[in-house]
């Protein structure tokens, strides 16, 4: 059974930093590319951060120089280091692992909330 279980979320002031955590359990961690969604009420998922199975990172316009995934193959894990936090970063960030070959697959975690107000 394939679990994807984030951590980390909470609050924080603008200008400060959290660091999500996504532990995956159930698949073959290195073979999946990672990413990291958030989504606010009445809007859909975005995509903002993205790591390959090789280490190569990616992000959104509104997240990027300030944010930065990494991932832990040995350990399972995938990163999101928030830096520079702004009110509108307030969302429920979810982890998501896909892999293209041989089938389209694609998992969820459940979320975590991420507050940033003063």
């Known amino acids: 059974q394939v679990q994807l279980v984030e951590s980390g979320g909470g609050s924080a002031q603008p200008g400060g930093s959290l660091r999500l955590s996504c532990e995956a359990s159930g698949l073959p961690f290195s073979t999946y590319a990672m990413s990291w969604y958030r989504q606010t009420p009445g809007q859909g998922r975005d995509l903002i951060a993205f790591v390959s199975t090789d280490g190569s990172a990616h992000y959104s316009d509104s997240v990027k120089d300030r944010f930065t995934i990494s991932r832990d193959n040995a350990k399972n894990f995938v990163y999101l280091q928030m830096n520079s936090l702004r009110p509108e970063d307030t969302a429920i960030y979810f982890c998501?692992?896909?892999?293209?070959?041989?089938?389209?697959?694609?998992?969820w975690g459940r979320g975590t909330q991420v507050t940033v107000s003063s």
């Open positions: 998501a692992a896909d892999r293209y070959y041989p089938t389209t697959t694609k998992y």
